[in-house]
């Protein structure tokens, strides 16, 4: 079945940096578009970025575009969040999100928590 694993979160300074990890199976990791989410508390889930399947098309929100770099290395089903200058407007619980056949599969998620 299709499964996500995301890891790579914990607590930062403003400022800091992390990287997301999300591994993925069940399915041709290679011939999918993977994004990633985040969902802050009391927030509704919001888009964060997404790569095209070969890795050569990227796209972000406008509120992490500069900071964060998206990527994907399709030799280990896994997809990578690079967060680089991290703000505490930053902190969320990030998910990965794999779109098969119309259905959304979600990762349990990873929380990152920015301090000020």
């Keep these: 079945q299709v499964q996500l694993e995301e890891s790579g979160g914990g607590l930062v300074q403003a400022g800091g940096s992390l ?21 802050a ?30 990527s994907r290395d399709n030799a280990k089903n896994t997809v990578y969040l690079q967060m680089n200058s991290l703000k505490p407007e930053d902190t969320a619980v990030y998910y990965c999100g794999w779109r098969i056949g119309g259905f959304d599969y979600w990762g349990q998620g990873t929380q990152v928590t920015v301090s000020s």
């Design 19 to 39: 990287r997301l990890s999300c591994a993925a199976s069940g399915r041709t990791f290679s011939l999918y578009t993977m994004r990633w989410f985040r969902q």
């Design 41 to 70: 508390s009391g927030k509704e889930r919001e888009f964060v970025a997404d790569i095209s399947r070969n890795g050569g098309t990227t796209s972000y929100a406008d509120s992490v575009k500069g900071r964060f770099t998206i």
